[in-house]
């Protein structure tokens, strides 16, 4: 069992290592950058910076806490959020979507939601489930609103990490994507069973995948990203990769609430995985355009004409894994962050000061950013999501400095929360951070050039 476990800690190093290398690559190498995640999703002993109870501490940071979030934050200590449902094994309190209510006029803007999901392999399959949980504190504590088992997503093939989520006005219900589709969970009274219903979406065509996968010729497609118009009566889902050509679908609200299917929308123009989109102004009902990041580049819908645009200023095979458009388009790609230069144009961050190499002090403006979010009261303000930690900026992203009280781990989402703190969330679970406090910054361990 030790041989085992080596091996598949070797494995999963080496199928990393070519996610790195190969960020934004062609299909073959994003194919081994998945079958990495699987394995690293699945595995119970990748990192011992994963606690089970708040009483326990992480590998490294002497001033992280699982106390009282309030107490924590003023005492400038990151803290620990401990209080998601599921095992609390491997990787269940990380939170790989975070959504807010898109109305405009919602009763509490501060209100978010989270998905996560518990698929570690010491959990029985038959336990393992999607959570969506509210937090009405700034991400300090979260309840469970819906669990959504596993009738619904395939964990043997990439669940937990690339899910999609989005939530209808005043959250009613929630959409979510999986390899089985796209899904509409509807929360019920507490100790009732969630309701959720499959959305129409495209089917395995009799064609071979590109990659050999656990599907057959009529199964329902992976879907992957999803927006929800801010008026709650018009979806996009997007679909395939491996297992069809790269669409997008829009979708209308009937009579009887449910989404009926209008047909896939203009063929986007890539063969590449759809990572992240936004629209151009989420709180509008009818928004413009709509950006779309791919495995290799971004790209802007015209809503009223359906054509496609391709944004200038990204790299070439620069995997957009997450954007923000808040003050402007601002993207987290492979390898790099871009910042807003105009209307369908981005620059790249060529003086950021990222730490690369944690054990060391070579900085460049390299990193695998995986999600990058500004803060919409106080827009100067950005923190970025990576490979090899958490990064803030207080100049719109001219210069950053990485917060080293977190765990050795790479963090995945961030969300800003009204008092200014930062929730970020990755393999090693989840925190709050105060950065920007004026009392707190000169403690705050953090890395500069």
Same mark, same amino acid.
């Given at each position: ?15 990393? =290592?070519?996610?790195?290398?190969? *960020? ?7 194919? $081994? !950058? ?16 994963? +606690? ?12 992280t806490s699982g106390g009282d979030a309030k107490e924590d934050l003023d005492s400038c200590r990151v803290h620990r959020v401990m209080s998601f449902p599921g095992s609390h094994k ?29 698929? /570690? ?21 979260? &309840?469970? @609103? ?19 989520? &989005? @939530? ?11 390899? %089985? ?11 009732? =069973? ?12 009799? /064609? ?35 297992? $069809? ?16 299917? =209008? ?16 629209f151009d102004d989420p709180k509008r009902p009818h928004p413009g355009f709509l950006y779309l990041g791919t495995g290799d580049q971004v790209y802007l819908l015209n809503m009223r ?18 954007? #923000? ?8 790609? *492979? ?17 950021? %000061? ?12 390299? +990193?695998?950013?995986? #999600? ?64 920007? /406090?004026?009392? !707190?910054?000169?403690?705050?361990? @953090?890395?500069?050039?």
């Open positions: 069992m030790a041989g085992l476990k080596r091996a598949e800690g070797v494995l999963v190093t080496a199928l990393r =290592e070519t996610c790195r290398v190969a *960020c934004g690559g062609r299909w073959l190498l994003i194919a $081994l !950058c998945l079958m990495g995640e699987i394995l690293h999703a699945q595995s119970a002993t990748r990192n011992a910076a994963v +606690v089970t109870s708040s009483s326990a501490s992480v590998s490294s940071p002497s001033e491997f990787a269940s309190d990380f939170i790989e979507a975070i959504a807010s209510d898109p109305d405009p006029n919602a009763d509490d803007p501060d209100v978010v939601w989270g998905l996560t999901a518990d698929l /570690s392999s010491e959990v029985p399959a038959r336990d393992r489930a999607l959570y969506i949980s509210k937090s009405i504190d700034a991400g300090a504590t979260w &309840s469970e @609103v819906a669990r959504v088992d596993s009738r619904y997503f395939d964990a043997k093939i990439g669940e937990g990490l690339r899910n999609g989520f &989005s @939530v209808t006005p005043g959250g009613r219900s929630f959409v979510i994507t999986t390899q %089985r589709g796209a899904f509409e969970v509807f929360p019920q009274p507490s100790g009732t =069973e969630s309701l959720v219903k499959a959305i129409e979406g495209p089917k395995v065509p009799p /064609s071979p995948p590109k990659i050999p996968i656990n599907k057959k010729p009529g199964d329902p497609v992976r879907a992957n990203v999803v927006e929800i118009t801010a008026d709650g009566r018009r979806l996009l889902v997007g679909y395939g990769y491996f297992d $069809l050509t790269p669409q997008l679908f829009s979708y209308r609200r009937d009579e009887d609430a449910s989404w009926v299917a =209008e047909g896939p929308v203009a063929l986007p123009p890539t063969e590449m995985d759809l990572l992240s989109m936004e004409s359906m054509k496609w645009s391709r944004v200038e200023g990204v790299g070439p095979d620069s995997a957009i894994h997450g954007m #923000s458009v808040v003050g402007g388009l601002h993207l987290a790609a *492979c390898w790099g962050v871009y910042n807003p230069t105009g209307p369908g144009s981005v620059r790249r961050v060529t003086e950021a %000061r990222f730490l690369i190499h944690r054990s060391s002090d070579e900085a460049g403006s390299n +990193v695998r950013a995986y #999600s990058v979010e500004v803060d919409p009261a106080r827009p100067n303000r950005q923190v970025v999501t990576a490979l090899t930690g958490v990064y803030t900026s207080e100049d719109s992203g001219e210069s950053w400095r990485r917060i080293n009280d977190l765990p050795e781990e790479e963090f995945r989402t961030a969300h800003f929360g009204g008092d200014g703190t930062i929730l970020v969330s990755g393999i090693a679970g989840t925190y709050l951070v105060n950065p920007f /406090s004026e009392g !707190c910054s000169p403690r705050l361990k @953090v890395h500069g050039k």
